[in-house]
T-cell receptor, first 113, second 117 residues
Framework: KQEVTQIPAALSVPEGENLVLNCSFT??????LQWFRQDPGKGLTSLLL?????REQTSGRLNASLDKSSGRSTLYIAASQPGDSATYLC????????????FGKGTHLIIQP | GAGVSQSPSNKVTEKGKDVELRCDPI?????LYWYRQSLGQGLEFLIY????????KSGLPSDRFSAERTGGSVSTLTIQRTQQEDSAVYLC???????????????FGQGTRLTVV
């Protein structure tokens, strides 16, 4: 059964810093890995989708990498801003059903103005 | 609309009442998940629908919970005889399944916040 772990669980940094959020998964047989952002009391917003054949994806100040062999993905946020404050979740897709989309518990990020 | 729509956005109900939560997925998406998220917690899988296949109900916490998906589109999650521990945000995800899993992507609604008093 796929297990997804996110480290750290919480992070607080001053505005302007570059930071890295980590996601590890136990089963490398994933089709893709998706990073989401969740604001308090809201749903999940998809940030980046990395296919299993890809190494990284970029969107603006965000860059996500995927290393299937080591079971790791990272989300890099450049020049952090207070508006980046949110919970960031990663999810691995391994097929349908209960275990098809497995989420980590998220990293709660606070960017201090 | 282009996104996943959930209704109502907020629901306050009295203990013991039944509630029905609705999810309108993205047109053409064949798969749909329901999750529950308690305050400060991660996502808890409830149920999965894929096309015309029998749904995977293995995450439903009790027989008070049921869900259906009509015509492969709109889904409703029903909770009977609500209890205070049912209070949570209920999230729906609409999934576009790519060929052999490639390009499979999940899109979430804004959720329904259920409060049982």
């Amino acid at each position: 059964k796929q297990e997804v772990t996110q480290i750290p669980a919480a992070l607080s940094v001053p505005e302007g810093e570059n930071l890295v959020l980590n996601c590890s998964f136990t089963d490398s047989a994933i089709y893709n890995l998706q990073w989401f952002r969740q604001d308090p009391g809201k749903g999940l917003t998809s940030l980046l989708l990395i296919q299993s054949s890809q190494r990284e994806q970029t969107s603006g100040r965000l860059n996500a990498s995927l290393d299937k062999s080591s079971g790791r993905s990272t989300l890099y946020i450049a020049a952090s801003q207070p508006g980046d404050s949110a919970t960031y979740l990663c999810a691995g897709y391994s097929g349908g059903g209960a275990d098809g989309l497995t989420f980590g518990k998220g990293t709660h990020l606070i960017i201090q103005p | 609309g282009a996104g996943v729509s959930q209704s109502p956005s907020n629901k306050v109900t009295e203990k013991g009442k039944d509630v029905e939560l609705r999810c309108d997925p993205i047109s053409g998406h064949t798969a749909l998940y329901w999750y529950r998220q308690s305050l400060g917690q991660g996502l808890e899988f409830l149920i999965y629908f894929q096309g015309n296949s029998a749904p995977d109900k293995s995450g439903l916490p009790s027989d008070r919970f049921s869900a259906e998906r009509t015509g492969g589109s709109v889904s409703t999650l029903t909770i009977q005889r609500t209890q205070q521990e049912d209070s949570a945000v209920y999230l729906c995800a609409s999934i576009v399944i790519g060929v052999k899993g490639v390009n499979t992507e999940a899109f979430f609604g804004q959720g329904t916040r259920l409060t049982v008093v």
